[in-house]
């Protein structure tokens, strides 16, 4: 490869050890009027489109085949061309290569998308990844949108994401707001779709933890009837509410109010009420559980029809409850040691 009037190939792209390289026969003009000679085998051989340029240059015998790369500055291209025949002879990750990517990876990821250079468009996202920042965020999802680079894409606008403030004091960003606004409404209903999905996660996170707090009070309630835990006057050490709820059942078995009609009676007899009912609906024993009042409320739900939002409660407790144990129960050594050599190799 040679670029204007010299003669001599570049040391650094012709390693493979022979001692003739063969004349170039293709000459690459770029936007500022440099030529850049090459190899036609090389060009070919790297991109599909530079070969069907090469085949429609060459029509009408002409042995000096020109073709032309416009709209980046011809560093760009020098460093296009290199990387294509490095690519033959040296990996995209040695650090000669880095270096070539880090000044003008923006051009490369164009070109390479441009002339389908797959191997050297996936380096180029990387190290254009590398380089993101709040002022050139926009900039370079853009560029993502036009290249195709859907991974790249999404790093931009969680980087937009992250540090709004910061990207809206950068030129691309007002650029946009003036000339752009569809991205602009794009990037928007990103943000809104975000800050949603924040609302929904934490609203499930708390609701998940309501049913874990459900379950561990159906253990307990088994954990006291049926095991008959031995700490009735003390705190229990297997459950952290089993001493709450033996204090809530002391006061339903003692309370006067909890039969009162009219719609009065004590607010605590009625939750313990909730909690004896919402036991027989995930109690999988029949006749058998030492619960009070788990017989009663079987009946009774299975003469009453229950409406949809308590058997809904009912199944996610029930699947809490499932989780729970198998969150709790002891993992295989094997298990334990794959994890521990996982964890080690990151």
């Not at 030129?171 to 990103?190: A, P, T």
């Not at 709450?244 to 059942?249: A, E, Q, W, Y």
């Not at 007899?269 to 024993?285: G, V, Y």
């Amino acid at each position: 490869m040679r670029v204007k009037s010299s003669n001599n190939c570049n040391p650094e792209l012709h390693k493979a050890g022979t001692e003739m390289v063969p004349p170039t026969d293709v000459q690459i003009v770029t936007s500022d009027g440099n030529t850049i000679a090459a190899h036609s085998s090389v060009l070919s051989s790297a991109s599909p489109v530079l070969e069907r340029m090469i085949d429609r240059a060459r029509k009408g015998w002409n042995s000096d085949s020109t073709i032309r790369i416009l709209g980046v500055p011809s560093d760009a291209v020098v460093a296009f061309v290199q990387l294509l025949y490095s690519s033959r002879m040296v990996p995209l990750s040695s650090p000669e290569i880095e270096d070539v990517l880090d000044q003008h990876c923006l051009q490369l990821l164009a070109m390479s998308h441009k002339y389908r250079v797959p191997s050297l468009k996936r380096s180029c996202e990387e190290a254009v990844a590398v380089q993101l920042t709040p002022d050139n965020a926009v900039d370079v999802l853009k560029l993502a949108k036009l290249c195709d680079a859907p991974r790249l894409y999404q790093q931009c606008v969680q980087l937009v994401a992250k540090d709004f403030l910061a990207v809206q004091e950068s030129d691309g960003w007002k650029f946009v707001q003036r000339h752009d606004m569809m991205l602009e409404l794009e990037i928007l209903q990103f943000l809104e779709d975000r800050d949603e999905r924040k609302k929904r996660w934490k609203q499930q996170r708390e609701d998940q933890k309501v049913y874990q707090e459900l379950s561990e009070a159906m253990n307990c309630l088994h954990h006291i009837f049926a095991d008959g835990c031995p700490e009735m006057r003390e705190p229990c050490t297997r459950f952290e509410s089993c001493q709450g709820l033996k204090l809530l059942m002391q006061h339903f078995a003692t309370c006067d109010k909890k039969l009162a009609r009219g719609g009065g009676g004590c607010l605590r007899c009625k939750r313990m009420c909730q909690i004896f009912r919402l036991h027989s609906s995930t109690c999988s024993e029949s006749k058998s559980c030492r619960v009070p009042f788990c017989s009663h409320f079987k009946t009774k739900t299975q003469a009453e029809k229950l409406g949809k939002t308590w058997r809904l409660l009912a199944k996610k407790v029930a699947t809490a409850k499932v989780m729970s144990s198998l969150a709790n129960r002891k993992r295989p050594e094997e298990v334990d040691q794959s994890w521990a050599k996982y964890m080690r190799r990151k």
